[in-house]
C-alpha cells in the first residue's frame, strides 16, 4: 500500500495533491510541516507543485507525519471509474435518486478514493452531485478550496468540471454574476460533452440578471439538443426557465401556457420535481394576476418545502388571509430553517415581509435600513428580479414617506441596472 515504486510517473503528482490537501486540513504550514519531518519546506513545496519527486523514504516520511497511507492497487481506479461513470449518466439525465444511491456507494470507500491516485476525480463527482441537486453538502466549501489551489494538476477536462461546480455553487447562493462567471470559464474548454449541461444552468444565471434574450436563445438552442439524447427532463426544465421569463415580462398567457405543456409531461411520466415546479410557478403567476385561490390550489398539490419559491408563495397566501396567529407561526418556523439563517437576502426579506403585514410590526427606521442593505446585497448578486422589488419598495415607502429625492436617487438605480446591469 505505501510501495511508491509501484506508482506510474502521472500518478506521483497525486501523492503532492494529497499532501498538500491533507496539510491544510491540519492547519500546517510548510514550514511546520518542513519542522515535524526535518524535511527542507522548500522540497515539499516543490513536490506539492508535482515540480519534483522526492525519495521513497522521503515520501513515506511525511505521509507518516500526515498520518496518510497511499492506496495504489490497480483494481480500486477499475471500480471507482466504473461507478463514476454511472453516477455522472444519472447526474445528466436529472436522475438524481439513483446518482444519491452511487454516490452512497463510493463514500463508503471514502478513505481509500481520498487517498489514491482517484482523489480529485472523487472530489469532483461529490462536489458535482451535491451542488447540482442543491442538497446542503458541509464539506464543499472546504473541497473546492483545497482542491481549488491544486488547479496545475487537473486535466482540462476536471478543470472544465471543477469550474461548472463553482458556478453551480455560486447559483445556489443565488450570487449570479459570479456564477456566470464560472460557468463562463467551464465553456471556454473544447470538450463539448459537457457543453449542453453547463448552458441550462447559464440560462439561469443570465435570466436572473434579466437577459432575457441571451438566456431565451440559448435555452431555445439547447432544447431540441436535449430532446435529441432523449433527455426530456432537462429539455422541459428550459421550458420552465422561458416561462418563468414570460411572466417577468409580463407575458403571463403564454407563461401559463408554457408551464403547463410541462405540467401534462411531468403529470404522464410522474416526474415529481417538474410537477412541483410547475405548480410553485402557477401558484406565483396567480398571485401576481391576483387570484389568490387559484393560487392555494396549486401550492397545495406542491411537497412542502420543495423550493424557495414555495415559502413566498406560502407567506403570501397567509398573509392574504389576514390570520395573525398562523403568519407568525409561518414566519417563525421558516425563520428558524438552516438555510434561511445562512442567507442575510432571505432574512433580510421574510422581516420585511413581516413589518408589510401589519403597522404593529413595523419599524420605519429598520424597514428602510433592510430595503438599502437588501438592494446592496441583490445588486453584487445580480439578482434582477429582487432588485426590481427591492427597489420598487423602496421608493413606495419614500414617497409614502415624501422623501422624493430619495425615491428618485433609488428609481435612477433600478433605470441604471436595467440598461447597463451590475
Known amino acids: 500500500m505505501d510501495d511508491f515504486k509501484s506508482i506510474e510517473k502521472h500518478n506521483l503528482k497525486v501523492l503532492g495533491v494529497i499532501v498538500r490537501v491533507n496539510r491544510m486540513k491540519l492547519g500546517y504550514s510548510l514550514r511546520d510541516l518542513a519542522q515535524l519531518t526535518n524535511i527542507s519546506h522548500t522540497l515539499i513545496s516543490n513536490f506539492e507543485k508535482g515540480q519534483l519527486t522526492p525519495h521513497n523514504d522521503t515520501i513515506k516520511d511525511i505521509f507518516r507525519v500526515l498520518k496518510l497511507s497511499f492506496y495504489d492497487d490497480p483494481k480500486i481506479s477499475i471500480k471507482f471509474n466504473k461507478l463514476y461513470k454511472k453516477a455522472f449518466k444519472h447526474i445528466v439525465f436529472y436522475e438524481y435518486d439513483e446518482a444519491a444511491k452511487v454516490i452512497k456507494e463510493i463514500e463508503k470507500d471514502k478513505e481509500i478514493y481520498e487517498n489514491s491516485s482517484e482523489v480529485i476525480n472523487f472530489a469532483i463527482i461529490q462536489c458535482l452531485y451535491y451542488s447540482i441537486s442543491d442538497i446542503y453538502f458541509e464539506q464543499i466549501d472546504s473541497l473546492l478550496t483545497q482542491y481549488g489551489v491544486a488547479l496545475d494538476f487537473f486535466s482540462e477536462y476536471q478543470r472544465q468540471l471543477f469550474y461548472f461546480i463553482k458556478g453551480l455553487d455560486y447559483i445556489n447562493r443565488e450570487l449570479f454574476a459570479d456564477a456566470r462567471l464560472y460557468l463562463e470559464k467551464a465553456l471556454s474548454f473544447g470538450d463539448e460533452k459537457l457543453y449542453l449541461l453547463i448552458n441550462e444552468y447559464y440560462v439561469i444565471s443570465l435570466s436572473k440578471a434579466n437577459k432575457y434574450v ?39 398567457a403564454e407563461a401559463e401556457e408554457m408551464y403547463n405543456v410541462v405540467l401534462d409531461y411531468s403529470m404522464k411520466y410522474n416526474v415529481g ?9 402557477l401558484s406565483l403567476l396567480s398571485i401576481i394576476k391576483g387570484d389568490f385561490e387559484t393560487a392555494e390550489g396549486y401550492i397545495k398539490k406542491v411537497t412542502p418545502g420543495f423550493n424557495k419559491l414555495y415559502y413566498y408563495v406560502m407567506f403570501n397566501i397567509v398573509a392574504r388571509k389576514k390570520d395573525d396567529n398562523k403568519f407568525i407561526e409561518l414566519y417563525d418556523k421558516y425563520n428558524s430553517l438552516e438555510w434561511v439563517q445562512k442567507s442575510e437576502k432571505t432574512k433580510l426579506f421574510f422581516e420585511l415581509f413581516k413589518m408589510q403585514y401589519h403597522d404593529k410590526y413595523m419599524n420605519k427606521k429598520r424597514y428602510e435600513k433592510n430595503l438599502k442593505r437588501l438592494i446592496k446585497l441583490v445588486l453584487k448578486a445580480d439578482d434582477g428580479e429582487m432588485i426590481e422589488i427591492s427597489c420598487n419598495v423602496l421608493m413606495d415607502f419614500l414617497r409614502k414617506e415624501r422623501r422624493y429625492k430619495l425615491a428618485f436617487e433609488v428609481a435612477q438605480t433600478l433605470l441604471h441596472y436595467n440598461k447597463n446591469g451590475i
Open 214 to 252: 441571451d438566456s431565451s436563445r440559448i435555452a431555445l438552442d439547447s432544447i431540441p439538443k436535449f430532446e435529441s439524447q432523449t433527455n426530456y427532463v432537462r429539455a422541459m426544465r428550459l421550458r420552465t426557465r422561458i416561462a418563468y421569463d414570460y411572466s417577468r415580462l409580463n407575458m403571463y
Open 273 to 281: 420535481d417538474l410537477i412541483n415546479r410547475c405548480n410553485a410557478r
